[in-house]
């Protein structure tokens, strides 16, 4: 196929996945009255950072998904911990993996000085995502937009709404539906994991000391348990210590993270949990073989990911500062 009638067809597909799946509060150009320049604001400041640090592109990707998997897209993870409650970025599950709030700030300063009170936080962490997979390489796509902010953020709220990276496919799979999302949607949004990296501590319970009968979990590939060994050496308590989830192509939003987990190259027990039923093993195939259905798919479910649990209307705020409530 010429690159031509490629492009004419991922454009295509990508245009039906949205139509299924568009929230009827929110919308597309929801700020090309009230602040027409709000999307280049954030798309110049998401640019700014990627230009100096490719790898914010991840972290602002995940700030997205940890957002709207904890009290929906309502920016709840911006939030700052006050004296008598911890917020959700100061949790286990997000203190050492989150990435990119200064771009948030930069941002949300900008807008305030020509729309003030206008742009929601929650839109802004929505924007920057799409943003940072377009710069990384992948499909763009139009963000719905009208969410507002959250005033409530809770550390603990984290715990049974975040998946760890020890979940099998029956935990990933019941998390997933309980936002509304299938599990080929669960299948396609893992492979977020194609850019980025992680901290040893979410990963070496696999390379030490595994189970009774094997030191090193037997789904994982000898050579690649070897090289991790050598980044994260047993004992090692460095909260800095990363590797990249793609070894490969760790700054680039390709389909290589489906063609590791074929491999037996997955970075976490979730990851590899893909290739535990027929069904979704053929999802990760297909996938693989395919990454521009992959990339159509991805925008598809980022789309419908950035709608879970969104405040409307009269509800919530637009926050003046993303890192705290209005007064």
Known sequence: MSPKKL?????????????????????????????RSAEFIVKDEVTKGFIQNPGIAAGLVRMHFHDCFVRGCDASVLLDSTASSTAEKDSPANK????????????????????????????????????????SGGFGYDVPAGRRDGKISLASETRTNLPPPTSNLDQLTKLFASKGLTQEEMV????????????????????????????????????????????CP???TNPNAVVPMDPFSPERE???????????????????????????????????????????????AM?????????????????????????
């Not at 039906?16 to 568009?22: G, M, P, T």
């Not at 949300?108 to 940072?132: H, M, N, P, Q, Y």
């Not at 850019?195 to 037997?218: A, E, K, Q």
């Not at 949990?273 to 073989?289: G, K």
Request: charged content about 15%; hydrophobic content about 40%.
């Open 254 to 300: 390709d389909s290589g993270y489906y063609l590791n987990v074929l491999a037996n190259r997955g970075l976490f027990s979730s990851d590899q949990a893909l290739l535990s039923s027929t069904v979704t093993a053929e999802q990760v195939n297909q996938n693989a073989a395919n990454p521009f259905l992959w990339m159509n798919k991805f925008a598809g």
């Open 303 to 327: 789309v419908k990911m950035g709608q879970i649990g969104v405040l409307t209307g009269n509800s919530g705020e637009i926050r003046t500062n993303c890192r705290k409530v209005n007064n």
């Open 96 to 135: 050492p993996s989150l990435r990119g709030f200064e771009v948030i700030d930069n941002a949300k300063a900008r807008l305030e000085a020509v729309c003030k009170g206008t742009v929601s936080c929650a839109d802004i962490v929505a924007f920057a995502a799409r943003d940072s997979i377009e710069l």
């Open 188 to 231: 396609t949004l893992s492979g977020a994991h194609t850019i980025g990296r992680s901290s040893c501590s979410s990963f070496i319970n696999r390379l030490y000391n595994f189970s009774s009968t094997s030191s090193v979990d037997p789904s994982l590939d000898a050579a690649y348990a070897s090289q991790l060994k050598l980044q």
């Open 7 to 35: 492009k004419f067809a991922t454009l295509v597909m990508f245009i039906y996945l949205v139509s299924q799946n568009v929230n009827s509060e929110l919308e597309a150009g929801f700020y090309s009255d009230s602040c």
């Open 234 to 236: 047993q004992g090692n």
